[in-house]
């Protein structure tokens, strides 16, 4: 199954940004289009984003809208997630993988259930705090 690594977490103040790194494990990104999820403790997984094949199309959950920027640079094989003004509220795991192949199109059905259970990465911690 495919899997990636995220990378680019870490502690910040509220209001700070990050840039989060979506690189392949086992097979390259550029075929497939990308989500973004995040855990936050004791809480479930949502999806954040998504981001087609060839980058013309994004998608973010109403929570994340206007903060979250995704885009994806297919010759580095990487997805970013930029987050700016960050809240204590974005403190969270975050994941990515694909959520389909070259033709897939994102919707607003960011649900983790449409990723293959086996191809969760180890995800990267952001903690916002003060």
């Known amino acids: 199954q495919s899997r990636f690594v995220e990378s680019g977490g870490g502690t910040v103040q509220p209001g700070g940004s990050l840039r989060l790194s979506c690189r392949p494990s086992?097979?390259?990104?550029?075929?497939?289009?990308i989500g973004w999820f995040r855990q936050a403790p004791g809480k479930e997984r949502v999806g954040v984003s998504c981001i087609t094949r060839s980058g013309d199309m994004t998608e973010y959950s109403e929570s994340v809208k206007g903060r979250f920027t995704t885009s994806r640079d297919n010759a580095k094989d990487t997805v970013y997630l930029q987050i700016n003004n960050l809240e204590p509220e974005d403190t969270a795991v975050y994941y990515c993988?694909?959520?389909?192949?070259?033709?897939?199109?994102?919707?607003?059905?960011?649900?983790?259930?449409?990723?293959?259970?086996?191809?969760w990465g180890p995800g990267t911690r952001v903690t916002v705090s003060s």
């Open positions: 086992t097979h390259t990104l550029d075929f497939y289009a």
């Open positions: 993988a694909a959520l389909g192949g070259p033709n897939y199109r994102c919707s607003t059905d960011l649900s983790p259930a449409r990723v293959d259970s086996t191809s």
